[in-house]
């Protein structure tokens, strides 16, 4: 799944999540619709290709930026750019699972091949060492290290797993770093190091595996520390002339080990090599290619504490869940149960009266269980809303219509107050009906039982091109310590006579449209829903046609 997450501008905090091959960028995108004014109706687009993301402007007015350079053409994308259409700055998630189908490419990497001969370690920095937040090297090597560093962050904030953050970091590294070959391990569940990332300066080398010593590797993980080698005669910390082994590829080569690691555990190792005749590194980019593999740990085990929480939060809201719905089915249940034993008793003595009396209470619970129903359907299930262009008023009165025998049987009045005409509303006719539906059952059942009131209104405000639906009660109120919960599902003030759900999905319907809801109450003066949706048509389509409630034709 790929994700694109707003950081700066109108619609900041948003989250955008797409599965599909190719997403519009624009104010008239169902899949990146963004309402910054600055921004074209079709500004950009992503698209994957080749397993890659890339991104290409469509000829906007005010051009896309990607790491602040205009493109022209069309760009792959990396975890952790940084997005600029019109006002709105966007960050780059990537995709996860495409990481994660990626070959981890074991079979490129060779930690025992050859013959070993000798390498010096010309130093060596321990992880947790506090000068591996790079003490004060030469300006230059100081400029490139904190962009580095920079560029890290903002791959910590916007990749999610650890596979994205290691693609990221080595991404950083060949970009900033002078690397011919570069590898990162990671520890298995076994113990094992194996590697998860493989990049090639040159893709024409990516035939030939590169050979390492597993000496070197289990030298950086067990002292905790990042070395610096490079080609010499002898090094007694790896076994010097008398060991051998798979050192002798590193012939007339430089190179950087530093352990991934958090706390005191390694979770892994990131390898980069050049030929002393290309570049030899240095102590500074020793230092700096420990401190990346410091963040990155602290990062890894910050993501995976993240996801415990969030898999121990998703825990208790399923056991919540069901211990909700488990009590309001057991409510329904037993009113059925007391309706089919007044029925019994109906039918044992013939009386008519009694058999209908208990019928109409099993009829009031399977109503219950249709909504209940109907209500889980449309919390859970995400989706897109299918705009029409269609008159409020009429699916105002078709409610009204349905609660008509429930307002009857309570004694209660619904006083309809619609304005008219009534300009036609770009409206998700399904949703808005439950919508409309839940804040009505829930206005009937505060209303009292006798001499209960629910007046319905709706207003077009022309300045703000909005459609304002009210519904309001002359119930008992809600107090002022559960106003704040309301929209809460499986919060219910209805004690056994409610699921907790029905302002959960009048909320999320609401927002689906853009639009907002509200609720203002106080003990003693009832209780007054208000509705605010755009009466601005979406793009597509036309605002002088309108589609009838039942979406079998156009009035």
């Known amino acids: 799944m790929a994700t694109l997450t707003v950081v700066m501008g109108p619609d900041k905090g948003r989250i955008f999540t797409f599965q599909t091959e190719a997403a519009l960028i624009g104010r008239g995108s169902q899949a990146v619709g963004l309402s910054d004014s600055s921004v074209s109706r079709r500004h950009a687009e992503l698209r994957r290709e080749d397993g890659r993301w890339v991104m290409a402007d469509l000829k906007s007015t005010n051009g896309t930026y990607v ?51 000798d390498v010096s370690v010309l130093s060596s920095v321990a992880s947790n060492d506090d000068s591996v937040i790079l003490a004060s090297p030469a300006a230059a090597d100081a400029v490139r290290a904190w962009k580095v560093m920079s560029q890290l962050a903002d791959a910590i904030g916007s990749v999610s797993s650890a596979e994205g953050l290691n693609e990221r970091v080595m991404d950083i590294l060949t970009a900033e770093v002078p690397v011919n070959r570069g590898f990162i391990l990671m520890k298995q569940d076994g ?19 590169i050979t390492t010593s597993r000496t070197i590797i289990n030298h950086v993980v067990s002292h905790k520390a990042g070395v610096l080698c490079s080609n010499a005669l002898s090094d007694e910390r790896f076994g010097g002339r008398k060991r051998s082994g798979s050192l002798q590829a590193f012939t007339l080569r430089s190179v950087v080990c530093a352990p991934i690691m958090t706390r005191d555990e390694v979770l892994g190792v990131i390898h980069v090599d050049c030929p002393m005749s290309m570049h030899i590194y240095t102590e500074e980019q020793m230092r700096l290619v420990t401190a990346i593999g410091r963040m990155s740990g602290l990062a890894i085990e910050n993501a995976r504490l993240i996801g415990q929480r969030m898999e121990t939060a998703r825990l208790a809201a ?55 129903t109907l209500n889980m359907l449309a919390y859970s299930k995400e989706r897109e809303p299918r705009m029409e262009m269609v008159q409020l008023n009429q699916i105002v009165k078709d409610a009204i219509g349905l609660m008509a025998r429930r307002a009857s049987d309570k004694a209660a009045a619904i006083l309809p107050d619609l304005e008219e005409p009534f300009p036609a509303t770009p409206l998700d006719v ?28 709706t207003r077009y405000d022309a300045g703000g091109n909005a459609a304002i639906l009210t519904v309001g009660d002359n119930g008992p109120g809600i107090a002022a310590e559960q106003l704040a919960h309301l929209f809460e599902p499986f919060r219910s003030t209805k004690g056994h006579g409610g699921t907790g759900l029905g302002l959960a999905v009048a909320k999320k319907v609401v927002e689906e449209h853009r639009g907002t809801i509200g609720i203002k109450s106080e003990p003693g003066a009832g209780t007054l829903v208000r509705i605010v949706l755009p009466a601005t048509p979406r793009a597509g389509e036309d605002s002088m046609a309108t589609v009838a409630p039942s979406g079998r034709g156009r009035v």
């Open 67 to 117: 790491n602040n350079k205009r493109i022209d053409e069309t760009v792959e994308l990396k975890p952790g750019d940084k997005i600029r259409i019109g006002g709105t700055l966007l960050l780059w998630g990537g995709d996860d699972a495409a990481l994660r189908s990626r070959d981890p490419a074991a079979d490129l990497v060779n930690l025992d091949a050859g013959r070993e001969p």
């Open 191 to 209: 113990g094992d190091f194996a590697p998860r990332v493989v990049r090639y300066r040159n893709p024409a080398d990516e035939q030939d595996p």
């Open 318 to 372: 399923t056991g919540q869940a069901v211990a909700s719905l488990s009590h309001a089915i057991k409510n329904i249940l037993h009113g059925m149960q007391g309706g089919a034993d007044v029925v019994d008793m109906g039918l044992a003595r013939q009386q008519i009266a009694t058999i209908d009396q208990g019928w109409q209470i099993v009829q009031r619970n399977v109503e219950r269980v249709y909504n209940l």
């Open 430 to 457: 399904d949703g808005i009906q439950q919508v409309v539906l839940n804040i009505l059952g829930n206005a009937l059942d505060a209303a009292p039982k006798s001499g209960g009131v629910v007046r319905v209104t």
